[in-house]
């Protein structure tokens, strides 16, 4: 650093200001300090950044989702984040369904042994009160990922999961569906429950009296084949089936083949993510886009400026995605 600092002409805190990414920084200093550090090849030292910065450049990712999807797509927007400043990703699983003392348990270990500057939360963590709080109570950062409460507690990324459930009902509705079924999310993941309660708000307004069928899923495929099997069991049967995401549409696939329902044919199926699971069924699913990979990217962002912007959020968009799976009613 002493010989960056010699060709910069500037002092060694003014190199490790502009190393560590602080704040208020100019842009001239920042031009010539990395003018000298590209001059001279020069890669900071992990161990000296943190020394010189009381931070461990470590950031965590706390997730307890079963979608397997979803989860490597937060974590490769999180982990691109992270190499562009230089930090590590540690990723952790958080068990968030059981009793507070031992979730409490679970975040101790994890803050303790990790060191981490700061952690990134996915649903449904991102709404639970308790992890939060605690979180507070220690002192540590986060950002969320897809909360529907307190938008203004943290630094966040989302999408409105409540006007792409809507969008999905719309397009349904007009294709001529009239007995329609959905397949909800986990029931501590608000995010899932926020495009089930858009879906149905934009039903009672098309019609206020028509009565969706609902069955209860979990976000994987094997919940899906379940909440499948029910909702093709009532009666009248439901035309098209709305999945709150691809994994447990997937599995209603599959409980349509065992039905001798044809996919589009006799029942229509729409789902949620446009991940690589909508396209590798058949037919290929209709879903909704959401972008995971840059809801990830933005969450390490947010957490990682370190600049007086306050807590701030950040509102990506979505799409419907339509592919072979809808189609108008028999």
């Known amino acids: 650093m002493e010989d960056v600092a010699r060709l910069a002409g500037v002092s060694l805190k003014s190199v490790s200001r502009v190393v560590n990414r602080e704040p208020h920084v100019s842009d001239g200093l920042r031009a010539k300090v990395e003018a000298a550090i590209a001059a001279l ?5 992990a161990a000296a950044r943190s020394l010189a910065g009381s931070r461990t450049f470590i950031v965590g990712l706390l997730f307890d989702n079963p979608s397997p999807n979803y989860t490597i797509k937060i974590q490769s927007g999180v982990y691109r984040a992270c190499v562009e400043q230089q930090y590590h990703l540690r990723i952790d699983n958080i068990a ?14 994890i803050v303790r042994n990790s060191r981490c500057d700061g952690f ?12 939060l709080a605690f979180l507070e109570r220690r002192g ?13 507690r943290s630094p966040c990324v989302a999408i409105d999961d409540a006007a792409a459930g809507a969008l999905v009902a719309r397009h349904l509705w007009a294709l001529g569906h009239r007995r329609l079924g959905v397949v909800t999310g986990p029931p501590l993941h608000r995010a899932g429950d926020r495009r089930r ?15 969706v069928a609902e069955a209860d899923g979990l976000f ?24 709150t995401n691809d994994d447990s549409a997937a599995g209603v696939m599959v409980a349509c083949a065992r039905a001798g329902l044809r996919v589009p044919h006799d029942i229509s199926l729409c ?6 699971v909508a396209k590798s069924v058949w037919p290929y699913l209709t ?7 840059e809801m990830g990217y933005a969450a390490a962002s947010l957490l990682l400026d370190r600049g007086e912007t306050g807590d701030r959020q950040v509102m990506l968009d979505f799409h419907l995605v339509e592919r072979d799976s809808l189609a108008p009613p028999p």
Not at 224 to 242: E, H, K, N, V
């Open 120 to 131: 990134i939360l996915t649903p449904p963590l991102t709404d639970n009160v308790q992890v």
């Open 220 to 243: 994987s495929f094997e919940s899906g084949i379940a909440a499948g099997m029910d909702l093709l069991a009532r009666d009248p049967r439901p035309t098209a089936i709305f999945a």
């Open 140 to 152: 540590v950062r986060y950002a969320r990922i897809a909360p529907n409460s307190e938008l203004g």
């Open 41 to 45: 090849a020069f890669v900071p030292d």
């Open 287 to 293: 879903t909704i886009y959401q972008p995971i990979e």
């Open 96 to 109: 968030s369904d059981l009793p507070r003392a031992e979730v409490e348990a679970q975040l101790d270990a």
């Open 197 to 211: 309660t858009g879906f149905l708000a934009a039903i009672r307004q098309l019609d206020p009296d028509l009565v």
């Open 271 to 276: 789902g949620f993510d446009d991940s690589w």
